[in-house]
């Protein structure tokens, strides 16, 4: 079966989001103070390094930033074939009373999100999680919402939503893959 693909955010729509979101960040939270942000590997681990870029460009502060890997925390774990692999987790600071924000590409049915909250706490225990997403495409398995979204994208159940970033040699860009 081939996939027909659809680009639905280019390099300079995301650029725009993420300035957004980043406004909306210090916004809510009354500046950069005690903030941290983790990005869920891999995706939203650009991401948070692109908002840390923006916050200090904004904020003149650094914010610390994290990778989280979650491959321990699914709840598939059991039903998939053969050993995990093990990524990294680096987060370079205490989180506990920590306003942490949590920082990945495409929301779906947020699975991914509930093992990245297991994550987190067990390594401490932070004041508040916010959720920043690029893509919030709907077809939630759970009640978790986004505080930050860059697009809603409404999309079918066997579409697939991927984000390509220039850190991995791509082009930035959203693309909606349908099978045909």
């Known amino acids: 079966m081939i996939a027909v693909e659809r680009i639905t955010l280019n390099s300079d729509e995301i650029s725009r989001i993420l300035k957004r979101i980043a406004h909306e960040i210090l916004e809510r939270n009354k500046g950069a103070k005690d903030l941290v942000l983790v990005g869920i590997r891999t995706g939203g681990v650009y991401l948070a390094q692109r908002l840390a870029k923006e916050i200090k460009e904004v904020e003149g502060e650094t914010v610390p930033r994290g990778e989280l890997d979650i491959t321990l925390y699914r709840d598939d774990l059991a039903i998939k074939k053969g050993l995990p692999i093990l990524k990294k987790t680096d987060i370079p ?57 860059g697009k809603n994208l409404p999309t079918a159940i066997d579409e697939l939503v991927e984000v390509l970033f220039e850190e991995t040699g791509e082009k930035d860009r959203v693309i909606i893959k349908r099978p045909f």
Request: net charge negative; charged share 30%; proline share 5%.
């Open 93 to 149: 600071c205490d989180i506990s009373d920590r306003i942490v924000i949590l920082v990945d590409d495409v929301l779906f049915t947020g699975r991914t999100i509930r093992a990245a909250m297991d994550g987190l706490t067990d390594l401490g225990r932070p004041r508040q999680i916010q959720l920043a997403v690029l893509v919030d495409r709907g077809h939630r398995e759970l009640p978790i919402r986004p505080d930050y979204v």
